[in-house]
């Protein structure tokens, strides 16, 4: 019973922590084309900085799969 | 599988245990110092070799990035401080991809299951009112259930515990955590070296209610730094190390392929990254914010 309920918490706690992160990477990844669209001349300017941004939201998704990790395995 | 969170001691150097992720960071440090040497033999200025120019294009691509956000005054200095941390990271994940790391490991010896699950019968025989036979079947039933015991003519086994010899650094969140730790002292460091009073009023600051408040806000979102760090860093490269350990038991083949493609690609991002946000915040600090 237990080691089933720790399957489940794992699955839920990335799967729901996954979903923040994935839209915001989007939305970045979405603004930066249009900035370069607008722009090309300062297209490695722009993609160092959406790097950077990405990154950020990255890590909230690493935070979520650290927690699973901590469920299944601690 | 053999995934745990934390590094397994390896041996004793008097009362210090040596786990197989530090004695992975010295086999790294030896690694870099044959490198440095190989590399120093043959440094010419007007006709350098495909090595050197290797180093000097990878030198000069972060270089111009820290440029980009503080001073050159300060920039020489910072340089050498955070592309140790490239370099240093870089190896460390790449490390943990190398063919050597999962074939090379020590196993401790067989032990069977009365030995080892006493503590359980223990446990079991204070909370309800069973006799012993049922107590060994259920710890003998809970061990086969969990995968840690099989069974042999000989009766119930434990599977030997194997230790890898070797383990990426950075998967251990010893080792991220040190190095977040290092990176935010020496930005703060170098902050109230280099501009004083401006960097303190950044965090303390008694002009008015709400900008007290927000240097509260400010030395929290430190911490919140030191957390983020350590945990993108370990975060990434021990998912990435059971991510590759559950593909390979599923697949055969070159299966395993794209996923080492993608570490290898996540392990450079996440020492540039380090890198990059390092310097960025030694130049936020360090920069006088005149009004």
Same mark, same amino acid.
């Given at each position: 019973?237990?080691?089933?309920?720790?399957?489940?918490?794992?699955?839920?706690?990335?799967?729901?922590?996954?979903? #923040?992160? #994935?839209? #915001?990477?989007?939305?970045?990844?979405?603004?930066?084309?249009?900035?370069?669209?607008?722009?090309?001349?300062?297209?490695?300017?722009?993609?160092?900085?959406?790097?950077?941004?990405?990154?950020?939201?990255?890590?909230?998704?690493?935070?979520?799969?650290?927690?699973?990790?901590?469920?299944?395995?601690? | 599988?053999?995934?745990?969170?934390?590094?397994? =001691?390896?041996?004793?150097? @008097?009362?210090?245990?040596?786990?197989?992720?530090?004695?992975?960071?010295?086999?790294?440090?030896?690694?870099?110092?044959?490198?440095? /040497?190989?590399?120093?033999?043959?440094?010419?200025?007007?006709?350098?070799?495909?090595?050197?120019?290797?180093?000097?294009?990878?030198?000069?691509?972060?270089?111009?990035? &820290?440029?980009?956000?503080?001073?050159?005054?300060?920039?020489?200095? &910072?340089?050498?401080?955070?592309?140790?941390?490239? =370099?240093?990271?870089?190896?460390?994940?790449?490390?943990?991809?190398?063919? /050597? =790391?999962?074939?090379?490991?020590?196993? !401790?010896?067989?032990?069977?299951?009365?030995? +080892?699950?006493?503590? !359980?019968?223990?446990?079991?025989?204070?909370?309800?009112?069973?006799? $012993?036979?049922?107590?060994?079947?259920?710890?003998?039933?809970?061990?086969?259930?969990?995968?840690?015991?099989?069974?042999?003519? $000989? @009766?119930?086994?434990?599977?030997?515990?194997?230790?890898?010899?070797?383990?990426?650094?950075?998967?251990?969140?010893?080792?991220?955590? +040190?190095?977040?730790?290092?990176? =935010?002292? &020496?930005?703060?460091?170098?902050?109230?070296?280099?501009? %004083?009073? %401006?960097?303190?009023?950044?965090?303390?600051?008694?002009?008015?209610?709400?900008?007290?408040? &927000?240097?509260?806000? !400010?030395?929290?979102?430190?911490?919140?730094?030191?957390?983020?760090?350590?945990?993108?860093?370990? @975060?990434?490269?021990?998912?990435?190390?059971?991510?590759?350990?559950?593909? +390979?038991?599923?697949?055969?083949?070159?299966?395993?392929?794209?996923?080492?493609?993608?570490?290898?690609?996540?392990?450079?991002?996440?020492?540039?990254?380090?890198?990059?946000?390092?310097?960025?915040?030694?130049?936020?600090?360090?920069?006088?914010?005149?009004?």
């Amino acid at each position: 019973m237990e080691a089933g309920l720790q399957y489940i918490a794992m699955g839920l706690a990335i799967g729901l922590g996954a979903i #923040g992160p #994935g839209l #915001g990477i989007g939305l970045l990844a979405s603004k930066a084309m249009e900035a370069i669209g607008r722009n090309p001349d300062a297209a490695s300017k722009i993609q160092t900085q959406m790097i950077l941004a990405i990154v950020f939201a990255e890590a909230i998704a690493i935070y979520a799969l650290v927690v699973a990790l901590i469920i299944r395995f601690v | 599988m053999n995934i745990s969170l934390a590094p397994e =001691v390896l041996f004793h150097l @008097g009362s210090l245990g040596i786990t197989n992720a530090v004695f992975s960071s010295f086999v790294i440090f030896i690694i870099l110092v044959l490198f440095v /040497f190989i590399l120093n033999r043959k440094l010419s200025y007007d006709k350098p070799g495909k090595l050197q120019l290797m180093v000097e294009m990878i030198f000069d691509g972060l270089y111009g990035l &820290v440029q980009n956000v503080m001073e050159l005054k300060y920039a020489k200095g &910072v340089m050498s401080f955070v592309l140790t941390f490239f =370099v240093l990271i870089l190896l460390s994940n790449w490390f943990g991809l190398m063919p /050597f =790391v999962p074939a090379i490991s020590l196993e !401790e010896k067989e032990s069977t299951v009365t030995e +080892t699950s006493s503590t !359980e019968k223990l446990s079991e025989a204070e909370s309800t009112n069973h006799t $012993d036979e049922s107590i060994e079947k259920e710890s003998f039933l809970k061990c086969l259930a969990s995968q840690h015991c099989y069974l042999s003519t $000989d @009766g119930i086994k434990e599977f030997k515990k194997t230790v890898h010899v070797f383990r990426a650094p950075s998967s251990d969140l010893s080792f991220a955590l +040190t190095i977040a730790i290092i990176s =935010v002292i &020496v930005t703060n460091i170098l902050g109230f070296a280099y501009a %004083g009073k %401006g960097h303190l009023s950044k965090f303390i600051n008694f002009s008015g209610p709400i900008p007290f408040f &927000v240097g509260i806000l !400010e030395i929290v979102s430190e911490i919140g730094k030191l957390i983020s760090f350590s945990f993108r860093l370990f @975060g990434n490269i021990f998912a990435g190390e059971i991510l590759l350990v559950v593909i +390979t038991s599923i697949s055969f083949g070159l299966a395993t392929l794209p996923f080492l493609l993608l570490e290898i690609f996540v392990g450079a991002i996440q020492a540039f990254v380090f890198f990059m946000l390092t310097s960025v915040f030694i130049g936020l600090a360090v920069t006088r914010h005149e009004h």
